[in-house]
């Protein structure tokens, strides 16, 4: 019974189409100090990622050798690298960077679990077991390692990063998606829909999709900053984004390699890595709240 | 409890042979043939038609996983061409680094997000928790690399303390502490605040049962209701991720290895990625995948062995 109650409510939070809800659903995440906070770091990253041209103090590639490892200072407000470019000019170039790597990894992850949850969960049997098999050995490995060994095969660029950590990432949509629609599927109202007729593409899309979004909205919102953090990481240890794009993992990288000359492009770019995770993390945990509250706290409660 | 002991062994099982392949077959989707990568693009046609035979690289891609898992159970992971040693042997250099460094971090995670969270949650809605709370939630936000970064600008660039390079020798236990101390706080800290947060939140659970009311409707201590009944009850879902923790954390060696230059599995595998040394990146990944799949098990059967509910069912059983 209150499955099936709260599922209507969670509906009639986030059903798409029905503007008030999302508003009133906004203001709720607004009012949380972790949502407003959250919200802010989500805004502003995503307007310094396409103003960056018009926001950025220097061309983040322009290099002005005598100039090289100046700490902050007028000219430079957050100093420069070994080649003398422009730190805060790289920093804001970098957040366009990492949202073109972490959305559309997590969009891909998204859509391949999407599909492969939805097809297990729904018809069982032989596919589902295999399914879980294939996911339970690609969640076998820390991602850090499975990244590594795929993009050993790939090669370091870009795009292949992208890939990888989509790859990473979707059992956990498969996983949260095969779950729900498991639950869902034994609901009587799904019986007589399919009794009168309904094809399995329409239960499928009308009757258990909406069931998903809401903890698939949350598990993006927690999913994005991993991915940032999974980019800057392997880029940092040369396997993902290649210099001299300013990735944030890049300039920790350049960073390193003059840590005893100059520490203020680390300090400069972890200050930048540690208020994207930290305000995205929030906000995911807001929009938790917001969403679902039984999920509430309970990640402790993980015991079945 | 028996039959999910042997559906778990059996599917780990499974996953071991799954990865095994895979990392097998990694040789095949390598861009470029391994073995000009060691000959040299103008090697003699004969030699490389010689060493292509001796790593079987013109046999079916079956044969290849076969060959590759029966010769992995026996210890046997290939010959590393580069430096001409068994991956074997480096392998087993490399390991107690990590093994130590994976094992320190996991102490400090339990011997400082424990407290962390004990202290704010003993002292509900006061400063310390609120201080205990946000601690927790910005450290779960700190990658091992930045932490590992920080720390090293900090310690050994500024204030010229505690070494920044290598891991020291067993010979000297005093200089091997003091090179493990950085990469081990680095390695530690995310995991500390997601313990913390963790076990935070299911001692608030506990805090809620109804025992616990009529506990304290009896007049039971505070102290005793919470160190006995509380701590003990919430302490069963943390010990099933700790297990899955220690696994992450060989995995996020990596990076710390890299960042101070420690001679474990991390740098190994990282070092024969940028020489494209591919028999110590399938034997690493393999003996890393491994590792963390046996941790993963190792916590699963632990928490369910903690749990006095699981303990009494397998005696019911016994019987």
Redesign the interface.
Known sequence: MSVAASSVDREAAVSPGRMQGVLSGLAALVRRPNGAFGVSVAVGMVVLAIFAPQIAPYNPDAQNIPAAFQGPGTTHLLGTDELGRDLLSRLIYGTRIELSVALPAVAIAVLCGLVLGLMAGYFGGLIDSVLV?IM??VQ??????LA??LL??L?PSLGNVRIVIAIAFVPNYARVSRASVYATKQNLYIESERALGASHRRVVLVHLLPNIIAPLLILIAMDT?SAI?TE??LS????GVQPPTPSWGVL?SD??TN??TS?WE??FA?LA??VA??GL??LGEALRDVLDPRLA???????S | MVVYLIRRLL?TM???I??AS??AS?VH???GNPVTIVLGPHANPALVAQAQREMHLNDPILVQIYLFLSNAVRGNLGSDFLNNAPVSQLIMAALPHTVILAVAALLLVILVGVPLSVYGTRRPDSWADRISAAVS??L????P??AG??L??LFP??LHILPAIGAGSFSDPVGYLEHLILPAIALAVGWIGYIA???R??M??VLNTSYVRTARSWGVKERIIFYKYVLKN?V???I?ILGVGL??L???A??VE??FARPGLGTL??DA??QRN?PV?QAG?LV??VM??FA?LLADLSYRFVDPRVRVELGRLRR
């Open positions: 098999i339970d050995t076998a490995f820390p991602a850090v390692i590594l060994a050993f095969l090669g900053p953090v800057a990481g940092f240890l040369g396997l920790l960073g390193f840590v005893y520490p680390i300090i972890s890595l540690m995770t930290l993390t929030m706290g309970s990640r402790g409660s993980e015991r | 599917m499974v996953v071991i799954l990865l895979l990392v990694l989707f390598i861009p939630i910005s779960i936000t700190l990658p690399y930045v970064l920080l090293l600008i660039v500024t947060r963790l076990l939140a299911s608030l659970e919430a069963i879902p943390t099933a696994g992450q060989i995995g996020g990596i990076f890299v960042i595998v990282y990625i940028q591919y990146v990944v890393i995948g963390f799949v993963n």
